[in-house]
């Protein structure tokens, strides 16, 4: 796939420090995948979706349909998104309350098939299956696309050249996904065969089929 305009990577990071060791992670990934696709003949830009600026607005859509400015435009931009790196520190065995309040106010229709890198940070290498243990569910969960290798990184591990591999490694595998195309081909060619809800994927849902058996029973109907 050879598209005629950048490809967009989107970041998306719940860090709060400042600087932060997690964004430094999503970054240098995301920058390490720019590169690879330049070294392949294309382009693509990167965008950063800062959670510490969403933070109260996604408290106030997780208890009401109100959706902020910052908010919604951070949904359009990954609705447009050939690519995700979604970067969470981890606080209690557990990625932050603010990088999993995120993604569970997104519609669930938002992100189907799109790939995504997965990282996350710790100060303490005990931390490092959380990625796979519970982010990667999550995503699952989202229907997203996950590369196979998952970046983890407590302080110890920034003076590893193993770290660098790895992301090298995530870089790829993310690139080689966008340039499949294959998140545009499932939306083109098989969107109608997953389970929607109306008015989701950012309102852009309206072909629900209404004349069914499960929503005649919700109705009230019964079967033939």
Do not use: C
């Amino acid at each position: 796939m050879n598209p005629t305009q950048p490809y967009t990577l989107v970041v998306v990071t719940a860090g709060v420090g400042d600087p932060s060791s997690t964004r430094m992670l999503a970054d240098r990934t995301a920058q390490r995948a720019a590169e690879l696709v330049a070294r392949r003949g294309g382009s693509a830009t990167v965008q950063v979706v800062d959670l510490r600026e969403l933070a109260t607005e996604v408290t106030t859509a997780l208890i009401s349909p109100m959706v902020g400015p910052k908010l919604r435009q951070a949904i359009e931009l990954l609705g447009r998104a050939d690519g995700v790196i979604a970067a969470a520190p981890v606080y209690k065995a557990a990625p932050s309350g603010l990088f999993s309040s995120f993604f569970q106010v997104l519609d669930n229709d938002l992100l189907i098939a799109k790939p995504v890198v997965l990282a996350a940070t710790a100060g303490t290498a005990r931390h490092s299956l959380v990625v796979d243990e519970q982010m990667r569910s999550l995503f699952g969960y989202l229907r997203t696309v996950v590369v196979p290798t998952s970046l983890f990184a407590a302080p110890e591990d920034w003076a590893d050249p193993g770290l660098n591999k790895r992301i090298e490694r995530a870089a790829l595998e993310l690139v080689l996904l966008v340039e499949s195309g294959f998140a545009h081909q499932v939306r083109g060619e098989s969107w109608q065969s997953y389970q929607h809800e109306l008015g989701s994927a950012g309102g852009t849902e309206t072909h629900i089929e209404l004349d069914s058996d499960m929503m005649r029973l919700a109705a009230g109907g019964t079967l033939d």
